[in-house]
């Protein structure tokens, strides 16, 4: 593993996307709290903010990240960024094979992998203008075995896993670590439907900033992830029919 660190939180230039709430307003809370110089928050409508964004402070962009407009834009408008956060997600919660509307899983694909990639393309030269920088994907469990509840999210996660890594190996050399966070199951509105023990999104954050300033090339962020990779390892094939019998569930629950 290589020993570049990641950028250092206090000081830092952040660009966090969709940042209106959950995990995304998290980061931005966070990276607030611990000295960040500026913080820039990609929404999807600056004129629709949560109360608790706007009372961050931190600098509203407009940033639907399916938009290369908006993608040259944010670039062209946060040029000292040295951290990009790329935690905007989409969830169809509909089956991959066995779906009515097809386009759904093409949406999954569109915002988890190809939103991230466009973002690392735009912003990679911003950050190496700054001598180096750091790039935070925020992923999922479901990014390392195939998830059959999750739909098309999953293999759109695991997408992003591989995106984490290549891009790693060829922004090394301009001083940009990329550092890839397995998440579990997380107190938001995507999580609503799971009964049971669920992280604060703060949390979260903090760990995948700690993850960053580290240069860790990825991170089990809970307890959830940590569990679910030792399952992995131990019988990966146990581990994905496990997840394959979720599908056929009647509702789902971190217990257990």
């Known amino acids: 593993m290589s020993s570049l660190k990641g950028a250092r ?74 951290v990009v956060v790329n935690n905007a997600g989409y969830f169809g919660n509909h089956r991959l094979v066995e779906t009515d509307d097809p386009e759904v899983a093409r949406r999954e694909m569109e915002v988890n ?17 700054q001598g180096g920088g750091s790039i935070v994907n925020v992923l999922s469990v479901a990014a390392i075995a195939p998830t059959a509840f ?25 001083g940009i670590t990329v550092t890839s966070l397995i998440v579990g199951s997380v107190d938001t509105r995507m999580a609503a439907h799971v009964d049971g023990v669920k992280e604060r999104p703060r ?3 903090a760990a995948g900033l700690r993850a960053m300033e580290r240069g860790e090339w990825t991170c089990d962020t809970d307890r959830m992830a940590y ?6 390892a131990l019988d990966p094939v146990r581990y994905e029919r496990g997840l394959g019998r979720l599908l056929h569930a009647a509702s789902l629950s971190t217990r257990g």
């Open 203 to 205: 949390d979260i954050a």
């Open 9 to 82: 939180v206090d000081g830092a230039r952040i660009l966090v996307t969709g940042a209106n709430r959950g995990i995304g307003l998290a980061f931005v809370e966070e990276a607030v709290a611990r000295g960040a110089a500026a913080v820039y928050a990609g929404v999807r409508d600056p004129d629709d903010i949560t109360p608790e964004l706007a009372a961050t402070g931190a600098r509203i962009v407009r940033l639907e990240v399916t938009s290369a407009d908006d993608i040259a834009a944010a670039a062209a408008a946060c040029t000292d960024a040295n």
């Open 150 to 174: 999750m739909g098309g999210y999953s293999p759109s996660k695991a997408a992003a896993l591989y995106l984490g890594g290549i891009a790693r190996a060829e922004l090394e050399p301009h």
């Open 113 to 129: 992998y190809f939103a991230p990639l466009a973002m690392t393309r735009a912003f990679a030269p911003v950050l190496a203008a």
């Open 227 to 232: 569990e679910s990779r030792a399952r992995m």
